[in-house]
DNA sequence: TAGCAATAGTTAACATGTTAAGGGAATGGT
DNA sequence: ACCATTCCCTTAACATGTTAACTATTGCTA
């Protein structure tokens, strides 16, 4: 007979969309001294992360929609950031490559995005923030249980 | 010394944002023959949940930006939603109030919306699913621990 | 091999997120 | 009364989220 819907406060929605605010708080004021979005640190990171890949791959790993990756990847490339060159095999696919300009700028933030990291995992605790990404990860129907 | 990134696999953000794109997905699909955006819904479910509110208030609810607010009731506005009037003793502010159309629109699916929310906590399990809004609500820097 | 479906990606249109600037109204101190 | 400050809200500008339509290329198949 549950035909109530939950205190606004205790909606799951909600509850993401608060926490990731709070998360993307300290991260989104190291970024603004990058001159470059969250989105497009993600996508640089997933770049380093696996290398060279084609459009789709990227736009999966990023979780990022097909249309949105189109307009970042142009961003990028007009900074310089990243190549984006059509395969021969099949030309209808693109590969995306990191630059050298755009490793640096990953590479000059690292250690303060780590330090980030790290003062959240102080907040919850190791344990909880594990148990965190785990709970997190059974929403996500991408993921491979 | 952990100078180095998690795997983005393993990035808190980007889990927060699979989460939520996991948990939005059925709720956009029924949100989506109402003719109204999630965040629409929010607000009407706000304004339903403490009754008549001035913007400033309803926007803290709802986990909206000012700006976005200011836009989205207009929109409701349009549709005839909800009502907006100016404070007589305080003429900067106004005060939103749910029209009974709005009502009408959430009245509709709220049977629909519970069940999806219990969808999830079967997910879950109802111990794992309180216990991620608890661990979610510690990293709002709004809610008060 | 002509035709049709599937695939990779782009473009379009509208709504929201985010930061900065602006505009009108109350407030506090002088 | 005067003025700076603060407050509530709007507007602007740009980036992204979201869905749908579209282009180009490839693959399948009758």
Redesign the pocket.
């Known amino acids: 007979m549950s035909k109530s819907l939950p205190s606004t406060s205790r909606s799951l929605p909600i509850a993401l969309?608060r926490a990731?605010?709070g998360v993307?708080y300290p991260i989104?004021?190291m970024l603004?001294e990058t001159g470059?979005?969250?989105?497009?640190w993600r996508v640089l990171r997933v770049l380093i992360e696996f290398g060279r890949m084609?459009?789709?791959?990227?736009?999966d790993r990023s979780?990022?929609?097909?249309?949105?990756?189109?307009?970042?990847?142009?961003?990028l490339r007009e900074k310089g950031l990243v190549t984006?060159t059509r395969?021969d095999?099949?030309?209808?696919?693109?590969?995306i490559e990191i630059t050298p300009e755009g490793q640096r700028i990953i590479d000059e933030r690292t250690s303060q995005a780590a330090d980030i990291v790290t003062s959240f995992k102080k907040t919850l605790g190791e344990d909880d923030y594990e148990a965190l990404l785990d709970l997190l990860a059974r929403l996500d129907p991408g993921a491979q249980d």
């Not at 470059?36 to 497009?40: F, G, P, S, V, Y």
């Not at 095999?89 to 590969?95: A, E, P, S, T, W």
């Open positions: 969309i990731r605010e993307m989104r004021k603004s470059i979005t969250e989105q497009q084609d459009t789709k791959t990227l736009a979780s990022l929609l097909f249309p949105s990756l189109t307009r970042i990847v142009a961003t984006q395969d095999k099949d030309r209808r696919r693109q590969f």
